[in-house]
């Protein structure tokens, strides 16, 4: 609510309603003198921030202690107490997945990239002159390698020479070679095997054998392409629980996929905390936290049954049943999900 004072005009501001009391009833606004200072914008921003949270940590709450109670809420009209489904579930999706993205940066980042009996480039090339000629004489049949020519030499030795994408361009080093194969009939295509083709050849032009980085890179774009996955999951498994429930006839798709949108936030804010438990143990060195986060993942399926039983309101027996078999449905959607979106981060690479 503003501290700006009630306009005594009863006409609406925005869309012209004649208002009865202090908020439009066909809009919503609110009939106040629409000249603001400096601090009611202020005010009216950190009010707006206050309600989000408290909003936002009052749902999280009810949706990690009460399974399925968020979502009978919604169904039943309940709305204005908690936050919007679609609200919770961009703000968690977004805040969680920029937290995982600098997780695995920072991983990366401090990851020890070895090279030869335990010594990274840059220990390698602080050692001192007569000790850097030794180790180097090692890897290179007794003859030192120059420390400028050094990063070059590790560089071959981590390119796998055994990268070369044949699979649909049948060897071929470049476009127009292979173009003038089909036009001359020794290679049959169409439109789907030429794409492929040529990005086969465009991949064995880029990476020049070196497989490792084929794969970091390939890694890196699937990973990114995670977030998009697990939105369009979303209705697929909303679809599956309709199905499911298709006898109940009380429960739309909207509620559906309501229920599945809370399902995700939820796994949202468990892998959240799986994150801050591993790095825990990586810093700390206490490698018995990892029962802890198998003891987490084990309890989140336990909660989505929970969060069944207390939605859809179905004996313990028939909410199992449903229970394994939305699981194993849910399988096989996503591992269609994930090659589709692995062959297009191949296109991304």
């Known amino acids: 609510m503003s501290n700006l004072h009630e ?3 009863k ?43 408290g909003n936002f940590f009052s749902s999280v709450k009810s949706l990690i202690l009460r399974p399925g109670f968020l979502s009978k809420e919604y169904v039943i009209g309940k709305r204005a107490s908690y936050l919007n489904p679609v609200r919770m579930y961009l703000f968690t999706s977004f805040v969680f997945f920029l937290i995982f993205f600098s997780y695995i940066e920072s991983m990366n980042q401090s990851a020890v990239k070895l090279t030869y009996n335990g010594k990274t480039l840059q220990q390698i090339q602080q050692m001192s002159p007569q000790d850097y000629n030794n180790f180097t004489s090692l890897l290179n049949n007794g ?3 120059n420390r400028e020519d050094f990063s070059h030499y590790i560089d071959s030795i981590n390119k796998n020479k ?20 089909v036009r001359i009939g020794v290679v049959k295509q169409n439109w789907a095997t030429r794409k492929f083709a040529y990005k086969e050849i465009e991949l064995n032009q ?3 054998g070196n497989a490792n980085q084929f794969i970091n890179d ?8 995670f977030p998009q996955l697990l939105f369009v999951s979303l209705p697929f498994a909303a679809f599956l629980l309709k199905l499911l429930y298709i006898r109940q006839k009380r429960f739309y798709y909207v509620g559906h996929a309501v229920f599945t949108m809370h399902f995700y936030i939820f796994l949202f804010i468990v892998q ?37 039983r207390n939605f859809y309101q179905q004996r313990r027996g028939k909410t199992i049943l449903k229970y394994g078999i939305f699981l194993l449905a849910y399988l096989f959607v996503i591992l269609f999900l994930i090659i589709i979106f692995f062959f297009v981060s191949i296109f991304k690479i």
């Open 7 to 9: 306009r005594k005009e």
């Open 11 to 53: 006409n609406c501001l925005n869309c012209g309603t004649t208002v009865i009391g202090k908020y439009c009833h066909s809009c919503g606004q609110e009939n106040i003198e629409p000249e603001e200072s400096v601090w009611d914008l202020v005010a009216h921003f950190f009010s707006d921030i206050t309600h989000f949270e």
């Open 143 to 145: 003859k030192p390698i």
């Open 162 to 181: 055994g990268l070369n994408l044949t699979i649909f361009n049948k060897g071929y080093k470049s476009r127009e070679e292979y173009d003038s194969m």
């Open 206 to 208: 880029k990476y020049q």
């Open 218 to 225: 390939l890694v890196e774009a699937f990973l990114h392409s």
């Open 272 to 308: 959240f905390g799986i994150l801050v438990i591993s790095r825990l143990a990586d810093v700390m060195k206490l490698s018995w936290l990892e029962f802890v986060n198998a003891a987490i993942i084990l309890a989140s399926l336990f909660y989505l049954y929970k969060a069944m």
